[in-house]
């Protein structure tokens, strides 16, 4: 594909998905690239030269490389598809605050509670579903009454809350208590793009 993203992945990474994601829902141009994480390729000379970080999702955009799922989802909605980020400051704000939430209580609860089922993680199972009902059930809180996390349409912050909470029953977390949040999963679903993410793996380690 000339002129296209490339988002270097790997198929069972919810950070990669939600790139993934996002390119089909804004109808980005992108290939994917699927990253070799059992044979190491996200360590080699040539991938840390360019993401250091050694992970994945990571983008290249011409001459642009971007590295971090959420930094990404910024990138692209404010080059591609400013649509699905407000530009007013207060609406900006509320985004961020769910790409700091997405990076954080929904990756140590249920994205951890998933590592321990999916990839054999070595965490504490009792501390990932402590953390995944706290932060589900702030979620399904916020959404009383509101279709989207931020606003009437939806942004990237749904995008980026989405891959963990979809797949938050592979970890042993059930969302049958939350309704709203349910709601707002099925809501993404039925975006024109939507992309899933796939459900079954077996022992490697996903960045």
Not at 58 to 65: H, L, P, R, S
Not at 168 to 173: I, L, N, Q, S, T
Request: proline share 6%; charged share 20%; aromatic share 8%.
């Amino acid at each position: 594909m000339s002129n296209a993203i490339r988002i270097h992945s790997f198929p069972l990474s919810g950070h990669a998905h939600r790139v993934i994601l996002f390119a089909g829902l804004a109808g980005i141009h992108h290939e994917i690239i699927n990253v070799d994480l059992g044979a190491g390729a996200h360590k080699s000379d040539a991938y840390l030269a360019k993401n250091p970080a050694g992970q994945v999702p990571m983008i290249e955009d011409g001459e642009t490389v971007i590295s971090d799922s959420n930094a990404i989802l910024v990138y692209l909605a404010r080059k591609y598809a400013p649509s699905y980020i407000p530009n007013d400051p207060v609406g900006e704000a509320e985004v961020q605050k769910f790409l700091t939430l997405a990076a954080g209580e929904l990756a140590f609860g249920p994205a951890a509670a998933r590592l321990i089922n999916v990839f054999k993680a070595p965490l504490d199972k009792d501390f990932t579903h402590a953390t995944a009902a706290k932060v589900l059930g702030k979620l399904d809180a916020h959404l009383n009454g509101r279709e989207w996390l931020v606003g009437d349409a939806p942004t990237i912050a749904d995008v980026a809350i989405y891959s963990y909470t979809a797949h938050a029953p592979e970890g042993d977390v059930s969302l049958d208590p939350y309704a709203n949040v349910r709601r707002l999963l099925a809501n993404i679903e039925a975006l024109d793009g939507f992309v899933p993410m796939p459900t079954t793996a077996v022992g490697l380690s996903a960045a």
